[in-house]
């Protein structure tokens, strides 16, 4: 059909016109060809049908195949290790490329990193439509996700994590499943970060409320970003859930703040008269912040190692714990119960512990380590700062009651 | 256009395949039949059912059958057929406001005057819609002093700005937020603007007006780029003709000129519309949680695994959303320009000829709109740009690109890096577009073909505009990444192909639209001609009809491309495990808790899309349309 190059009125601008169509339609096969089959129940370590047989790609992308031209079938066994994407591409908080190096060269295996980009929730929904999981383990966990994960799936998406050398060592606070599947390996505090020569942070969360911080503050949406979650749980901790999630048996969280009457409802409502802003993402609010919308912004109390990092005045990134509080947000890592490397995984978990590698962690994802024994240089406390008193949920806590806690908020926040 | 023509043409299809030798065998052939084997012939006349069939295909499996297996959860509920997920969200004040409760039973005349009153609630699903039609009106506001400055005006570099006129259309809604915040913030450029002529500051940020701005940035263009083509088409004869009849030049534009127009101005409001009812993360990153649309939901509770309530409020954007797009086509069905134009009208020269009031007064109104202009369309990006090349510490450097050339030189093989993304994106755009292409001539063919229902079908073969992206990122990944177990097997379709393929389906719609109304307007007497000299359906429409709408399918194309440059949600979830990420993700993936990279990558973004579309509107000739 395009072999035809003799038309009758032939204008080469027409010629190319028909090329274009009728390869348009042999385009449409290649892109119907693009599909793979593999056997079910193969335990082939891949299993992702990827497959495309487009050019472009230097390096294919199955398993096996992918690293320095190793063969998949020589003996070295390759470990996947599922993660969100920054911990190896984003430019400031990827630890990732590290890890790999240094394993490797340590244990004669091959890591794979996979990223997809609903991170866990790629592997709930792997599970819930009865898809091979083509990870190893995942590697940051945190107890929302365990919770949301053990609410969906009936079958255990990831094992006890068992025997994993080192993990006596990781900080009490922060072992967060009390089914012991997921070991953490960093925490991060989220807090306040000011600029000290616009305004003076409040040391309470009343402060907050003050006139003189009418319109200074920037959150994020906690139904989407895990900053602003981490702020609204802070602010249940503080205030109580005034009986929100409670469905009968189920007690109310009390706050720290002794008055019953007083909820996380109440607070917000007070808030958002003074005129809080909730954005949607983490960068929404620190770029409006960095742009000088509102002096105050929900954020990481690591920021001033990125603003040291490039030159930025530390006056302007300055901290705050509010009444000496910050929420922690311990990452964990766990093995899936369908792991094909399970024992390679759990060595991983070790690895992962060990103080050197701690330290780099901590350094390189700009957070803390998870153990007492990591090295880390010492002057990284005066830049990483932590709260004299860190508070989170349990997974027990937030269990059942989550959801609800959110609802609510955002019934009221958005119910005008 | 009279129906009995068009009939016949209906009845052309069953022609086809039964073959009509008769017709074939007779001497007289449209070309010069030597080399062509009867073979060759054969399959030219089932080329467009094969087409077709193919288009079916290709939809069926990357969009229907995904999305599908989401919407469903909304009526399945732990295997069971149920439709008190709807019952729940309809009566549910939060959502619907004061029309919940006309559907939790209250009489008709109570919710007016709830809706009346001074404290009415829209709920979340009215808000959305009333946002929408704001931003819909903005963006005709803003794109029809364009369209109204590139049809009727020459000047140096018209055909440049009409191609980047796109551009807009493909920015991530990250580099947008940036822009803008730069722009409209307290200490942005409009401030030092307003400052410098002593007026007081303006507090845009976190508004409506800011979301609605945004809306039109990202849609002023595509009512531009239609209105434009469709003005351009206008016959220089009939206005010649009607100004000869005595009738003044205002007149003429009202009676001959804006018949023509209307309908392209419409179908980009009606387009802006859908676009603005889904929007999402632009809403929350320049206006706040206060005012977050229903796509804000469908993400929350997607993110959150609540599936049912997802999915039913994604089917209840879908409706509104194909209502819309709905009432456009029955309009456009009704309203189709007979006349294409042989000659365009004369373009006019930006400066004016005489001093008179007439030709002063519309390039003085011009000249407003263009500091207008400069400030929504040109100041965000200008800001972007200048956001790429500052520091940490506020002062101008190189850094972030020097981030980006390292990446590409020393980053591991599962690192996305900075060429690649350029690379894939291209071959993806110009591939989809080849895809996309096909996909849209035939829909457009089918549907402007005279049966029962066939509005119904092209509503339907418009819902890929109208379904909740971030179902359709989900519906892919159940329905073609994890694959279906078929007989021990499991297949599973992912990689360079089905991204190709998905951004096709997402842009095919746009070609659909630039070419069905030329089709449905052509004299359809061409067509009888060709059929009775022997043609082939398939081959009338590639020698007569399709070189007779060329416009309207180079217009469809480029936003095929501009769709596949743009696209994020399908491309991530397909590129999955493989390296066939494109620039949107690398924009994404090297955000940090620095956005300098990111942002320089953006500029690559723009950078890349501007040239391809000078490019590809250069090749297409002058007739480069939309």
Avoid at chain 2, 352 to 370: D, F, H, I, N, Q
Wanted: aromatic fraction near 8%; include cysteine; charged fraction near 20%.
């Amino acid at each position: 059909m395009i072999d035809e190059t003799t038309e009758a009125d032939g204008s080469t601008g027409r010629h190319t016109r028909r090329r274009f169509i009728a390869l348009g339609g042999a385009a449409g096969v290649a892109g119907l060809a693009g599909c793979s089959a593999e056997r079910t129940g193969d335990d082939g370590s891949g299993g992702s049908g990827d497959s495309d047989g487009n050019e472009t790609n230097g390096d294919g992308s199955d398993g096996d195949a992918e690293d320095a031209g190793e063969d998949g079938e020589s003996e070295t066994p390759t470990l996947t290790v599922a993660t969100y994407g920054a911990f190896i591409d984003a430019p400031s908080v990827s630890p990732g490329e590290w890890l790999k190096g240094e394993f490797e060269s340590r244990v004669d295996a091959t890591l794979e990193w996979a990223t997809p980009d609903n991170e866990v929730n790629h592997y709930v929904e792997r599970a819930a439509s009865g898809a091979p999981i083509d990870a190893d383990l995942y590697v940051g966990l945190t107890t929302e996700d365990l919770v949301r994960i053990d609410e969906e799936l009936d079958d255990d998406l990831f094992s006890a994590a068992g025997d994993v050398d080192g993990a006596d060592a990781v900080r009490d606070g922060l072992r967060f499943d009390p089914f012991e599947r997921a070991v953490p390996f960093d925490t991060g505090y989220v807090s306040l970060v000011y600029d000290g020569t616009e305004t003076e942070a409040p040391e309470t969360f009343e402060g907050l409320l003050a006139e003189e911080h009418r319109g200074d503050l920037i959150a994020q949406n906690p139904g989407g970003s895990s900053t602003g979650r981490a702020f609204l749980l802070h602010t249940i901790s503080r205030f109580g859930d005034g009986g929100v999630a409670a469905d009968g048996d189920e007690e109310a969280v009390e706050g720290d703040d002794g008055d019953p009457d007083y909820d996380y409802l109440d607070y917000w409502a007070e808030l958002q008269d003074n005129d809080v802003r909730v954005l949607g993402s983490w960068d929404d609010a620190y770029t409006s912040w960095s742009e000088g919308e509102a002096p105050i912004v929900v954020s990481y109390s690591t920021d001033q190692v990125f603003a040291d990092m490039e030159g930025a005045d530390l006056q302007e990134h300055r901290i705050r714990f509010l009444n000496d509080q910050a929420y922690a947000t311990p990452e964990g890592m766990a093995v899936f119960a369908d792991a094909d490397e399970p024992d390679l995984a759990r060595e991983f978990m070790s690895f992962m512990l060990e103080p050197e590698v701690q330290g780099e962690i901590a350094q390189r994802n700009v957070a803390f380590p998870a153990t007492d024994t990591a090295e880390l240089p010492e002057d990284y406390a005066e830049l990483a700062q932590e709260p004299a008193d860190p508070v989170t949920f349990t997974y027990d806590q937030l269990q059942g009651s989550l959801d609800a806690w959110i609802t609510a908020w955002e019934r009221q926040y958005r119910g005008n | 256009m009279s129906d009995g023509s068009r009939g016949r043409d209906g009845s052309d299809g069953s022609d086809e395949s039964d073959g009509t030798d008769n017709r074939r065998d007779r001497p007289v052939r449209l070309r010069d039949g030597n080399r062509t084997t009867r073979l060759g012939d054969r399959i030219e006349r089932r080329a467009l059912t094969g087409l077709a069939a193919a288009t079916v295909a290709v939809l069926a499996l990357v969009f229907y059958y995904p999305v599908g297996t989401v919407l469903v959860e909304s009526v399945v509920v732990d295997g069971a057929v149920t439709l008190g997920v709807f019952a729940d969200l309809l009566r549910d004040p939060f959502y619907f406001g004061e029309l919940a409760r006309l559907f939790a039973g209250e009489s008709p005349l109570a919710v007016v005057r709830g809706l009346l009153g001074a404290d009415r609630r829209l709920g979340i699903v009215g808000f959305t819609a009333y946002q929408a039609a704001l931003s819909t009106i903005a963006s005709v506001a803003l794109g029809l002093p364009a369209a109204y400055l590139l049809a009727r005006f020459e000047f140096p570099g018209r055909r440049t700005l009409r191609s980047l006129t796109i551009v807009p259309f493909v920015l991530p809604s990250i580099m947008v937020a940036v822009g803008y915040v730069a722009t409209f913030g307290r200490n942005g450029t409009l401030n030092a603007v307003l400052g410098a002529v002593g007026l007081g500051p303006v507090d845009l940020m976190f508004t409506l007006e800011a979301i609605v701005i945004a809306h039109a940035f990202y849609n002023a263009p595509l009512v531009a780029r239609v209105t434009t083509a469709a003005w351009e088409s206008v016959d220089a004869g009939a206005v010649e003709t009607a100004r000869s009849l005595g009738a003044s030049p205002a007149r003429a534009f009202l009676h001959v000129v804006a018949p023509q127009v209307y309908p392209a101005v419409l179908m980009g409001a009606a387009l802006t519309f859908v676009f603005t009812f889904g929007t999402f993360p632009i809403v929350l990153a320049l206006g706040g949680f206060e005012l977050a649309t229903v796509e804000v939901f469908v993400y929350r509770l997607a993110r959150d695994l609540n599936y049912a309530e997802a999915a039913a409020l994604a089917v209840v954007e879908l409706v509104i959303s194909l209502s819309v797009l709905g009432a456009y086509l029955r309009y456009e069905a009704r309203h189709t320009v007979t006349s294409r134009g042989v000659r365009p009208l004369p373009r006019r020269p930006l400066l004016p000829s005489a001093p008179t009031a007439r030709e002063v007064l519309p390039r003085l109104g011009l000249g407003v709109y263009g500091v207008v202009a400069a400030l929504v369309f040109l100041a965000p990006l200008a800001s972007m740009v200048l956001a790429s090349v500052t520091g940490g510490d506020g002062g101008l450097t190189l850094e972030h690109y020097r981030f980006l050339l390292e990446r590409q030189r020393t980053g591991a093989a599962f690192q996305v890096r900075p060429w690649p993304a350029v690379r894939n994106s291209l071959v993806f755009a110009a591939a989809s577009a080849l895809v996309a292409l096909p996909m849209g001539v035939v829909v457009a063919v089918i549907t402007t073909r005279e049966y029962r229902g066939r509005k119904l079908v092209d509503a339907v073969a418009m819902a890929p505009f109208a379904v909740s992206g971030i179902l359709v990122g989900l519906g892919l990944l159940r329905g073609l990444v994890f694959g279906v177990e078929v007989a021990g097997w499991r297949i599973a379709v992912a990689g360079s192909a089905a991204i190709v393929a998905a951004h096709a389906v997402a842009g095919y719609p746009f070609v659909v639209r630039t070419v069905a109304p030329g089709l449905e307007s052509l004299d359809r007497s061409l067509i009888e001609s060709a059929r009775a000299l022997g043609a082939s359906r398939a081959r009338v429409l590639r020698d007569v009809e399709l070189p007779l709408v060329w416009p309207g399918v180079v217009a469809g194309a480029a936003f095929a491309v501009a769709i596949s440059m743009g696209e994020f949600t399908a491309t991530v979830v397909l590129a999955t495990g493989a390296d066939a990420y494109t620039m949107p993700i690398a924009i994404e993936r090297f955000i940090g808790r620095r956005l300098g990279p990111a942002t320089a990558m953006g500029v690559v973004l723009l950078v890349v899309t501007g040239v391809s579309f000078v490019v590809i509107e250069r090749l297409g000739g002058e007739y480069d349309g939309i």
